[in-house]
């Protein structure tokens, strides 16, 4: 039969379906096989021949004749599994079914009242739609259609290449088959990598976006803290009752992390073949984010320190998670399975940087949103991974790709949630010390970015980014402050010699969020002078040697200390300072921040095209409650500064005592987030700054080690100055290189670092993102659009 004929018949069941009032009987085979049996139909032509009106409108008029609709597609799919699809006619059922269902499910999630259908056992479906009315055998229908698609996904000849040596061989039986011998990719367990096939990928990818659109009736319900995060069907997916969960997760990561998308190596060669593996990879990597959507705050995920040989999973630990692809994630544990993963995300974040210097030499890939959640998954389960990624410099083909990404998508508001999960990846590398020492390695890939052009490390990139980000950003990006701010605290104390243009960075920095009208217009501003007055602190203190560019940019800048010093707190002066914001609304000004030329070839960062599409973002928690505080000791070991009741400055250690240290308050999780004295609010319910509150974190400015440095070092530069005549830089930065202040600085303070600590608030967060990044990515076809979801709101730029 003809294509047209097939798409005219469909159509025609279509429209018998919406215009039948009366219930069309389960047993009415000829009528239901309309659907699947005699057509050849796309995916895009279900989407068009089913309309979104006419769904709704059969969910509505006549209820049983979509329920029957769902459990003899589902039946259809378990029949195919059952009998192991051997005839291209039973592939041509599953795959029409499969596209069926993807079509159908949302509008069943999207409807209240229908939330529970699948969940249902549905009288006379048994699990092998023989009739049995046992209890025992009669699953509810999600159970029969998870378990079939997992069985279908490892389906000889179907999905996976059959083993059979001929065609006499009798079929492999789909029930005895052992499908960790079928994994789709080496790489994680599993050494053997299977000849491509276009029509297997194919088949896996209809397959997966129909688990996917399983998965997706998270996106039907309000985003709710307390909601807590199982969603049943990816519990029961990730369960003990899917036999191929282990093979499963396996050939999802294999799949994603083994992907090369230069084509062989060869530049351009993308160009002459089109390369089909693509949105399988996209769909795995889509799936495999959604299955490990668990939150990490409430289950104790196994502490990893047994090490085991001979198999990929570590045994040694205690059983982890219920869902064993979390359990599976936690427990890989060797080196050359760490060394794969790393690779081949670090292969697929640097993809879009590659484009920049030679367009077009490789496929472009669009997926690093789904992988760099998946990174965060991979270091937030897996500790032994994180340590792994940072014991050598290849952590930095991570930072390198995600700088990128956070510079380009700086002024873009459709991209604020990209913004976020770069953001929330380095606060978590940057609680741990090896991070900051491995930036100090020199910077010398030259990926065009739109940037200072600069001389130094990874470090002074990781400063000149935020710096952009900070100053040429746009507003929504202002609660992202104090997490950039508290990144470069945590790395600070290991910064070996930051260069010119970051310490000048660094300090335009100070000066614009030490202006009064910015300190004095929200309560939370003068934290941002904390910080970089932390940063500067643990420099001088702990690398004084090799940062003579920091000091000499300090000296420079030293009236920005005085003024901090010396900052107004009566009524009128503080009435001035925002009369002076009210002319000038601009967050930060560039004036004062020498920008020099951009790197050549780079493009500026562009905001979003007018009409994107975006998702709206929950909320993220406060720098306090993202990151607990612990204090490095001498021997380099951390201890956790979270007090356990909450206690008095009294006995609350040696904080307490210490002339600079950490005294300027008592909450934990941030030194100067006391109860201050309340600033008043006005009759609009505004807030507004009053003395008592500018004197509260004013007299904690920790300004002593800059002070002393100031009161030493300047009365010695200005005499080389004027002794010899000096206008040039050079001679001042070689006395500086050569100075000491040993024995003259206040005794160092110890170092703090503010490490992330997994909480409900960003679980949420996640799994908002995570899910608007899928809606908005599956457009071909599109499964979500224009359903009512709820877990977030669509927007336009």
């Known amino acids: 039969m003809g294509s047209a004929d097939s798409k005219l018949n469909f159509r025609k069941a279509v429209i018998q379906l919406t215009t039948k009032t009366q219930p069309v009987e389960a047993t009415d085979d000829a009528f239901w096989d309309q659907f699947w049996a005699d057509t050849a139909t796309s995916v895009q032509d279900v989407f068009a021949l089913v309309p979104a009106a006419e769904i709704r409108a059969v969910r509505e008029e006549s209820p049983s004749n979509l329920a029957t609709l769902c459990y003899k597609a589902v039946e259809k799919l378990v029949q195919g599994a059952e009998s192991g699809c051997h005839s291209e006619k039973e592939r041509q059922v599953v795959l029409n079914c499969s596209r069926l269902l993807t079509r159908v499910l949302p509008y069943i ?7 529970g259908f699948f969940w249902s056992t549905v009288p006379g479906a048994g699990q092998g739609g023989q009739g049995e009315e046992d209890d025992e055998n009669a699953r509810p229908l999600a159970e029969s259609l998870l378990l079939a698609i997992a069985d279908l996904l490892f389906c000889p000849d179907f999905t996976v290449q059959s083993h059979r040596r001929s065609s006499v061989d009798s079929a492999e039986d789909i029930h005895s088959l052992d499908s960790c011998e079928y994994i789709w990719e080496a790489g994680v367990g599993f050494a053997h990598s299977p000849q491509p096939s276009y029509t297997h990928d194919m088949n896996r990818m209809e397959l997966l976006k129909l688990l996917l659109t399983c998965f997706s009736e998270a996106m039907y319900l309000a985003p709710a803290p307390d909601s807590g995060s199982t969603n049943p069907w990816v ?24 992907y090369d998308p230069v084509g062989y190596g060869i530049p351009y060669n993308h160009l002459l073949f089109s390369d089909y593996r693509e949105p399988l990879v996209e769909e795995a990597a889509q799936v495999l984010i959604v299955t490990l959507d668990h939150d990490s705050a409430t289950s104790a995920s196994p502490t990893v320190d047994g090490t085991t040989t001979g198999t990929a999973m570590d045994d ?81 083909d991570i930072l390198v790709p995600i700088l990128y990404f956070l510079n380009d998508a700086r002024a873009d508001q459709s991209r604020v949630g990209l913004m976020h999960i770069g953001v929330f990846i380095l606060l978590l590398l940057s609680g741990e010390r090896n991070f900051g020492v491995r930036l100090n390695k020199p910077y010398s890939v030259r990926v065009p970015m739109d940037i200072p052009v600069f001389t130094g490390t990874h470090a002074d990139l990781l400063i000149v980014v935020f ?22 605290v945590n790395v600070s104390p290991y910064l070996k010699s930051l260069s010119m243009v970051a310490a000048n960075k660094l300090l335009h920095l100070l000066e614009a969020f030490s202006t009064t009208w910015f300190l004095f217009s929200a309560a939370q501003n003068h934290h941002l002078v904390f910080f970089l007055l932390e940063v500067f602190n643990n420099i001088i203190q702990y690398q004084f040697d090799g940062n003579s560019n920091l000091v000499y940019a300090i000296i420079r800048k030293r009236s920005v200390f005085h003024q901090l010093a010396n900052l107004p707190a009566d009524p009128p002066a503080i009435h001035k300072a925002l009369q002076r914001r009210r002319r000038a609304p601009e967050p930060l000004s560039r004036a004062g921040s020498q920008e020099g030329a951009s790197m050549e070839g780079s493009r500026p960062a562009a905001p979003a095209e007018p009409g994107t599409l975006k998702t709206s973002l929950v909320a993220t928690p406060g720098i306090d409650k993202l990151t607990e505080k612990s204090q490095v000791s001498e021997d ?9 009741p909450p206690q008095s400055a009294a006995d609350g250690g040696p904080a307490a005592g210490t002339d600079e240290g950490d005294s300027w308050g008592r909450e934990p999780g941030q030194p100067w987030r006391e109860q201050q004295p309340p600033a008043t609010a006005s009759a609009s319910g505004q807030w507004s700054p009053t003395s008592e509150w500018v004197l509260s974190w ?3 400015l920790p300004l002593q080690t800059i002070m002393r440095l100031l009161q030493v070092l300047v009365p010695q530069v200005e005499k080389i100055c004027i002794d010899k005549g000096l206008t ?8 500086l290189q050569h100075g000491t202040l040993v024995g003259l600085l206040p005794v160092p303070h110890p170092i703090l670092i503010r490490k992330y600590q997994a909480n409900a608030g960003t679980a949420l967060w996640f799994r908002t993102y995570m899910w608007g990044v899928i809606y908005l990515r599956n457009v071909d076809p599109p499964v979500w659009y224009d359903t009512d979801v709820k877990l977030f709101e669509i927007q336009r730029v």
């Open 109 to 115: 999630f999207e409807d209240p009242d229908w939330r």
């Open 235 to 258: 519990q029961f997916f990730c369960s003990t009752e899917n036999r191929h969960a282990l093979p499963l997760f396996t050939s999802l990561l294999n799949t994603v992390c083994a």
């Open 316 to 396: 040694a630990d205690p059983p982890g998670p219920e869902n064993l692809f979390v359990n599976y994630l936690s427990r890989i544990h060797r080196e050359e399975d760490f060394q794969f993963i790393l690779k081949g995300m670090a292969r697929l974040l640097s993809n879009p940087l590659l484009q920049t210097y030679l367009p077009n030499s490789t496929k472009k890939i669009q997926f690093h949103q789904e992988l760099l959640v998946l990174f965060w998954k991979l270091c937030d389960f897996n500790k032994k991974f994180l340590f792994f990624v940072l014991k050598s410099s290849d952590v930095l």
């Open 467 to 488: 710096h952009k980000i900070i100053t040429s950003g746009h507003q929504r990006l202002q609660p992202l402050f104090d997490c950039l701010l508290t990144i470069v």
């Open 636 to 644: 380099g070991t951390l201890r956790s500064l979270e007090p356990e």
């Open 698 to 700: 004013k007299s904690k």
């Open 728 to 735: 040039d830089e050079s001679e001042i930065l070689r006395f």
